[in-house]
């Protein structure tokens, strides 16, 4: 995935799309959004940064992982087998982005309260509990099942700047090679040797 | 350190929001969901002075009950801990399944061999008198042998499993395995002489003990400055850590209960000990003593955990 | 799968609604519909949860409690729809008695198509002719609406993103999830920065639009008239960058003006005059001889000495010195040179672009303003300022200038060539709209009422939508000298939260909403509005619940359509799942009501003059339904629908698509170049309407009702109350600014916006400046209260930033709530408008809009401090 930070409003709808789309439960972000700012007033520069699981080409979280339940796809995709986790947590604390999210237990937004939110508090249950479960840890998934039939990630789809583009880096034919090429995009700490497949794209 | 309640009124930024450095909120007191991420904490201790008591009562003050008590720190203590800590209890068999690249499959590999070595070695001298060793006998040796080693494994595993955090840079260093070690040692020696002292015995030699403990603590304290000193002359993510680590409410368990209390508190008493009045007096200061330097023992994994700091994800510069 | 627009802020992206097991499973945008381009927003994905929210209005309720006022338990109880109806219906049969125009309507900003069909309709069928938006009539827009209605004959201003190549925004989100269009502009600022437009952004906040821009220029709150008035000077009188031939030929800076500052015209036609420089003698501005005019120059006509407007504002703004403008804005006048500079420059006045075969003026620059610099006391002057820039360098509705936003020209569906509508000269010249959604235009002025009618007393005026004046303390007073034999009766809300929305709520509570005998509110939720008012609340069905016309016409007054070519699209709503409990529409309600109240014939009628002006062209409703035929909203919408776009395209048709779009074309884009219509920069004719309505006032006993002196033809900088404030302990200048996670007060309930919006820095905080912070003992996090020289005050958590001016405190939305029926709303972020005064001193002399600037003490509060 490629996000151009110059076109980045920090908006947040890639924030909440992910949630719409997965049912995360509360405290639960797959995506996010940081704000940073620097320099002195007036001459001051903030900038967002939208955030999601890195999908590393070599990821921490999988060499650190005990059990085997954070696993790399052949396509690059770095999943975590809900049924396998334990929910130990070194992937959380090894990740160098921040990308996992433990829930000890499934929660509503609604919680204890009454009809009809109750209705889409079950659908949100049965949602979430078909891609993680509670006690384990999850994260972003590159919207795995929408990109097998042929979708867009959700986050990709709602950007209201289209900010975000998503695509094959392997091939350096496929636009998101194009533009990291063609834009110096970049990884977020590529000291870590993690090779990222999230690029950004400098705002200035 | 920066609280998450979502309740209405007093809402704060989840630390995975802010931008800068970023506390790791998953293992430790006081992190995602308070108490509970403490029993990690509970377990990283509970197996280093578990398995440093075993050494240490082994080695020097051949005391089988003190090293029953440190296995059994180990086998019961270390494992519920891990076990209370854990979303998935039931599953915990998968954590020994990659040791290849996890320290913590590695770390609780460790532990399981030496609590089959330890109990191994210790069996005959705790009413399993059928086994065809003895604790003295060459078998019996060798057995020790395996249990101190890996007894040193599960002592330093903790060290390497922070180590392995690349961006946490107040932990990726190569101090922290030494470190562990060492306290763990510490902590095996205070626990032999408080469990020799509960069961009503006395320690054969305790002028040996304090020198042993005044040679760890000082050890320990020299590890603790340079860790400092290596904190304070790294990034700048480094430097937060340090400052949280002496500048806010951690002070209290660092600087307070784990230096003073826990390391320059004992280290006084051991060298002056001789200087203190006889008897029960002396033995009273050393066991209040053994228990600053637990406490001790306690506070700087938590501080070290607490003050565990991510890089920026967006590095300085960019 | 459905279709229909999304009705979390009033953008109406086209969205596809998803449904699992009768569930509402996922929203997304409609990758086809040029209303949003496929992309969606925070608060369209939060919809279900506002669908599902356990906390929505299910039953009609009414007050048990006979004391109303803010935070007194109303105890609800649950009635029948029934009883609730013979309630209302009763209610009104008395006003209706009494006198109908103690009925007041209120509608939202939000949910234009609904409050027209119904809220104004149903308003004129009644027989009243007092209304007000909500907060929104006095806060969006009284000036910038008139600004953007006299000069675009539109509601504001949208750069020309295609092709704007500098773009300077004054305080307005126009790009970036918030403010018009949202979404869709979103997606065109995107596309023009990386094209390579260059933002400008003159904001006291390092707002978001400010923080993607290339520069940010921290200015005073209320000072953008002083800014722009001194780049106009240096345009006009030093740098000598304006476009000649835009301001002859598009405008009446040719207009001859007399000592009596109007119009020298010619004495038996009338027709305003100009100096015709080839026979160097008067001439008529439209006479088919002229081939130039004077723009300078003194002359004398029949006696009569005068000049060109254009001198006449030519020399008027040279007081605006940048240095003597800096003093007031806190603008560097080196800034202000240079960005006045690049302004006309890069205008690149004289060249010409060629769009599909078609020669037009090519002005890639573009000075666009909105809330922020409108929001003070001066607004219909600092709007005026804003806009004139653009007028100067002729970059008005020409490829790369500012736009109208909305184009008010449509040449018609090409199947059916109806929905047409277009912009004329009057016999000044002068351009009138015909598209605008409201009771009178921009232009020409509206005659005073001779007693005024209404009770904020809008009808002595010529020019605003609503005013402040019946929430003022002394509109009693008011009433009595103006002869209103009627006092307020009964009010019908819909959609808004006016406790929370249109300022200080104690004074509006005090001096106005607890004159009603009675108030009826259709809502979703029961707000602070109903619980502290309200004594009939219906449950309004929610936007995935119901049917609405049409959300992207008209152009004018619906603030969604993307600028710029492209395409046209009319859209609905539809419900995506039946009204869950006892939920209903209040599109349904109304025309129950109607019928009950024995309205039908003149129900149809207003629509029908509704459908007419907005939607372009005639339909005689009362043909198409038979006698005795119920008043029903579907059929209503497949009749209009018909009409305007051929028997295939009934409802059915739009149920099933969403929409309909077809080819924006050249002439309806870029309409000024089109149409020979000029716009004043000169605003001669406020002076004579301003004399009329203060002789009115006169009349009446009440000379200063307002300041009478701003109704001038010359824009000018004059101070809010604030910027006089002499004590020094009050040294902080307070304004609001617009989140893309919320829509005013209404999205703070939803638990995924309330989630999210927790973790940002800026959404639910008081943005301080780091420096300020610290002069003050105050941290990041720590609790302070604002308070203003009247003793209100507002608490919040503290955020630090270096990204706004060290005078100047901003927070986000209109948040704070304190109802019970919005339990997750409550406490949340903060509450800004109890800071607001409504009076004379905060209410714009000219546009009788709503000064909210306010200024402040900030100090630590006692209490909590977490973090
Ligand atoms: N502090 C502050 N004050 C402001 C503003 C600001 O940004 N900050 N903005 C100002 C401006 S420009 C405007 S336009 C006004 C807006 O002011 P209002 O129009 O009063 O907006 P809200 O306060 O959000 O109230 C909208 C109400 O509509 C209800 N609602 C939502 N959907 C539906 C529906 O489908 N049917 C019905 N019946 N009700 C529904 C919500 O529950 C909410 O109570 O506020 C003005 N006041
Ligand atoms: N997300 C979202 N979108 C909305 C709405 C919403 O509530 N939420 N509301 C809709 C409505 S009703 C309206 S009216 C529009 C309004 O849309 P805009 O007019 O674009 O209003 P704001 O987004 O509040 O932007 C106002 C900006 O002006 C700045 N400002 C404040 N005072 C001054 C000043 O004196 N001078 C200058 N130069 N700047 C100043 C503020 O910091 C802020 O950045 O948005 C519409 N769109
Ligand atoms: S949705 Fe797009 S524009 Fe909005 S914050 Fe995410 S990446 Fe940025
Ligand atoms: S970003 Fe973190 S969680 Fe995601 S693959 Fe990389 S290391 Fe693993
Ligand atoms: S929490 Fe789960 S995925 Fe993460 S390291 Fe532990 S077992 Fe692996
Ligand atoms: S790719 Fe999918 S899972 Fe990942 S952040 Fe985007 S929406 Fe969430
Ligand atoms: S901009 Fe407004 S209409 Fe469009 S998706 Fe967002 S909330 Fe809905
Ligand atoms: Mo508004």
Not at chain 1, 44 to 52: E, K, T, W
Not at chain 1, 58 to 68: F, H, L, R, S, Y
Not at chain 2, 126 to 136: A, K, Y
Not at chain 2, 267 to 294: N, P
Request: charged fraction near 20%; hydrophobic fraction near 40%; glycine fraction near 8%.
């Amino acid at each position: 995935m490629v996000i151009d930070l110059k076109r980045c409003t920090s908006c947040h709808s890639c924030t909440v799309a992910c949630k719409a789309e997965h049912h995360t439960p509360p405290g639960v972000f797959w995506a996010k959004v940081v704000r940073l700012e620097s320099g002195k007033y007036p001459t001051v520069v903030r900038q967002a940064l939208p955030l999601l699981c890195m999908n590393c080409k070599e990821p921490e979280c999988e060499k650190v992982c005990p059990t085997g339940a954070t696993k790399k796809r052949p396509d690059g995709i770095v999943i975590v087998d809900s049924k396998q986790c334990v929910g130990c947590r070194y992937c959380a604390v090894a990740c160098p982005y921040g990308a996992r999210n433990f829930s000890s237990d499934w929660t509503d937004y609604f919680t204890g309260e009454k009809k009809p939110s109750s209705e889409f508090a079950a659908h949100s249950k049965k949602k979430w509990m078909k891609e993680s479960d509670k006690g384990v840890v999850s994260k972003c998934n590159f919207c795995v099942d929408r990109v097998e039939k042929g979708l867009k990630p959700a986050c990709v789809n709602a950007c209201p700047t289209e900010a975000r583009t998503f695509g094959d880096l392997d091939d350096p034919e496929s636009e998101v090679s194009q533009l990291i090429k063609k834009r110096r995009g970049m990884q977020l700490h590529p000291e870590y040797g993690t090779d990222a497949s999230v690029y950004y794209l400098p705002a200035r | 350190m920066e609280s998450s309640s979502t309740s209405s009124g007093s809402v704060l930024q989840f630390e995975d929001f802010k931008s800068g450095p970023r506390a790791q909120t998953e293992w430790g007191f006081g992190g995602k969901r308070k108490w509970r991420d403490g029993w990690l904490l509970m377990a990283m201790f509970l197996g280093g002075i578990g398995a440093g008591q075993f050494v240490v009562s082994t080695w020097f003050f051949h005391s089988v009950t003190s090293a029953v008590v440190g296995v059994a720190i180990v086998a019961v203590g270390k494992t519920v801990a891990h076990l209370l800590y854990l979303g998935q209890p039931s599953r915990f068999y998968r954590l020994f399944l990659k040791p290849r690249t996890s320290w913590i499959s590695r770390g609780l590999i460790f532990m399981i061999v030496f609590v089959a070595f330890a109990a191994a070695y210790l069996a005959p001298d705790i009413g399993f008198s059928w086994v065809p060793w003895t604790t003295g006998s060459s078998l019996g040796q060798a057995l020790w042998l395996g249990a101190i080693l890996s007894a040193s494994l599960v002592m330093v595993y903790d060290g390497f499993v922070l180590a392995s955090c690349k961006s946490i840079t107040s932990w990726n260093t190569a101090l922290m395995p030494p470190l562990f070690f060492t306290y763990a040692i510490a902590g095996g020696v205070a626990m032999t002489y408080l469990t020799v002292t509960a069961a009503g015995k006395k320690i054969l030699s305790e002028g040996d003990m304090t020198t042993l403990d005044a040679i760890l603590l000082t050890t320990m304290f020299a590890l603790v400055v340079i860790y400092i000193v290596n904190m304070a002359a790294s990034t700048a993510t480094a430097r937060e850590s340090l400052r949280r680590l002496v500048g806010t409410r951690l002070a209290v368990a660092f600087i307070g209960l784990a230096i003073v209390a826990g390391l320059l508190v004992p280290l006084v008493i051991a060298y002056y000990r001789e200087l203190a009045v006889e008897g029960t007096v002396a033995s009273v200061l050393l066991a209040a003593s053994c228990i600053l330097e637990l406490a001790g023992d306690l506070s700087i994994r938590h501080s070290i955990l607490s003050a565990g700091l991510h890089t920026p994800v967006f590095s300085e510069g960019l | 799968m459905v279709k229909t627009s999304c009705g979390m802020c009033y953008g109406t992206c086209t969205v596809d609604v998803h449904l699992e097991d009768g569930i509402v499973s996922g929203i997304e945008g409609d990758p086809d519909s040029p209303q949003g381009y496929g992309n969606i927003c925070a608060k369209g994905l939060s919809a279900p949860m506002m669908l599902y929210d356990p906390s929505r209005l299910n039953y009609p309720i009414v007050r048990t409690n006979p004391v109303k006022g803010i935070g007194v338990d109303p105890g609800w109880k649950r009635i029948s729809w029934d009883e609730a109806m013979d309630l209302l219906t009763s209610k009104l049969k008395e006003c209706m008695a009494r006198d109908p125009r103690g009925l007041y309507t209120v509608g939202s900003p939000t949910f234009p198509a609904e409050r027209a069909f119904n809220i104004l309709s149903f308003r004129k069928a009644f027989g009243t002719p007092n209304y007000y938006t909500g907060g929104g009539g006095l806060h969006c827009g009284n000036g910038a609406h008139m600004i953007g209605g006299i000069y675009h004959a539109s509601w504001s201003v949208i750069p020309d993103f295609k092709y704007t190549n500098l773009a300077i925004y004054w305080g307005c989100s126009k790009g970036h999830g918030a403010g018009h269009a949202a979404n869709v502009a979103a997606k065109q600022a995107a596309d023009a920065k990386a094209r390579g437009m260059r933002l400008i952004v003159f904001d006291p906040f390092l707002s978001t639009q400010a923080s993607t821009a290339e520069e940010w220029v921290p200015i005073k709150a209320g000072t953008d008239a002083a800014a722009a008035l001194a780049m106009a000077n240096l345009l006009v009188n030093e740098y000598g960058l304006y476009d000649a031939d835009y301001l002859k030929w598009k405008t009446n800076a040719g207009y001859l003006i007399g000592p009596d500052g109007l119009y020298v015209r010619d004495k038996k036609t009338g027709v305003p005059l100009v100096w015709n420089t080839g026979t160097n003698k008067q001439d008529a501005f439209n006479s088919k001889g002229l081939k130039d005019m004077a723009l300078e120059g003194d002359f004398e006509v029949s006696g009569v000495k005068c000049s060109p407007s254009f001198k006449i504002l030519k020399e008027h703004l040279k007081k605006y010195t940048p240095q003597y403008a800096s003093e007031i804005c806190g603008v560097p006048a080196n800034t202000l040179r240079r960005v006045a500079k690049d302004f006309g420059e890069e205008a690149k006045i004289g060249s010409t672009i060629n769009i599909e075969g078609k020669v037009l003026p090519y002005r890639p620059v573009a000075s666009i303003y909105f809330r922020g610099s409108q929001g003070h006391y001066n607004q219909a002057w600092d709007c005026m300022s804003l806009v004139l820039l653009n007028h100067f360098v002729g970059a008005a509705d020409v490829p790369g200038g500012a736009l109208a936003f909305g184009p008010p020209v449509h040449l018609g569906y090409p199947g059916t060539g109806k929905l047409k509508y277009s912009v004329e000269p009057d016999k000044d010249g002068l351009m009138v709209a015909s598209n605008w959604p409201y009771a009178h235009l921009p232009y020409p002025p509206n005659e005073p009422k001779d007693p005024p009618q209404r009770l904020d007393l809008q009808d002595l005026f010529y020019i605003p939508t609503y005013t402040t004046i019946m929430a003022w303390e002394n509109n009693e007073e008011l009433w009595q000298k103006f002869k209103i034999p009627y006092r307020p009766d009964v009010m019908i809300s819909f959609a808004t939260n006016q406790i929370m929305s249109v300022g200080n709520p104690k004074t509006l509570f005090e001096n106005f909403l607890k004159k009603f005998r009675f108030i009826a509110s259709f809502n979703i939720y029961s707000t602070e509005f109903e619980e502290a008012a309200a004594d009939l609340v219906l449950p309004d069905a929610s936007f995935l619940e119901r049917y609405s016309s049409a959300t992207t016409f008209p152009t004018v007054g619906v603030s969604c359509h993307a600028t710029g070519l492209g395409e046209w699209i009319w859209a609905i709503r539809q419900p995506v799942i039946q009204p869950m409990a006892e939920r209903r529409p209040m599109v349904d309600v109304i025309l129950e009501l109607s019928e009950r109240l024995g309205l039908h014939d003149k129900y149809l009628e207003a629509v029908r003059e509704w459908v007419d002006r907005a939607y372009g062209g005639d339909i005689d409703l009362k043909k198409v339904f038979k006698p005795g035929e119920k008043l029903n909203f579907e059929r209503l919408l497949d009749v209009i629908m018909k009409d305007r776009f051929g028997e295939d395209k009934g409802l059915e048709f739009f149920k099933e698509h969403g929409y309909l779009k077809w080819d924006k074309r050249v002439e309806e884009v870029y309409w000024r170049w089109f149409n020979d219509v000029r716009v004043p920069v000169y605003l001669e004719w406020i002076i004579r309407a301003g004399r009329k309505s203060k002789a009115v006032a006169e009349k009446y006993g009440v000379p200063d009702l307002v300041d009478w002196s701003a109704h001038t033809a010359l824009p000018d900088w004059r101070p809010c109350p604030t910027h006089a404030e002499k004590d020094p302990e009050y040294d902080l200048e307070g304004f609001y600014w617009r989140s893309a996670l919320h829509t005013y007060s209404m999205t703070m309930q939803n638990p995924w916006l309330d989630e999210v919006s927790q973790n940002d820095p800026y959404t639910y905080t008081i943005q301080v400046n780091a420096e300020t912070a610290k002069r003050k003992g105050v941290k990041e996090g720590d609790y302070v209260w604002l308070e203003n020289p009247k003793g209100s005050k507002a608490r919040g958590r503290v955020h630090l930033t270096d990204g706004i001016r060290p005078d100047h405190v901003a927070i986000a939305a209109n948040a704070g709530h304190w109802g019970k029926g919005l339990p997750r709303a409550k406490g949340k972020g903060v509450f800004f408008n109890e800071l607001i005064e409504i009076d004379k001193e905060h209410t714009c002399p000219v546009s009788l809009g709503q000064d909210i600037c306010v200024k402040l003490k900030l100090y630590k509060d006692g209490g909590a401090r977490s973090g």
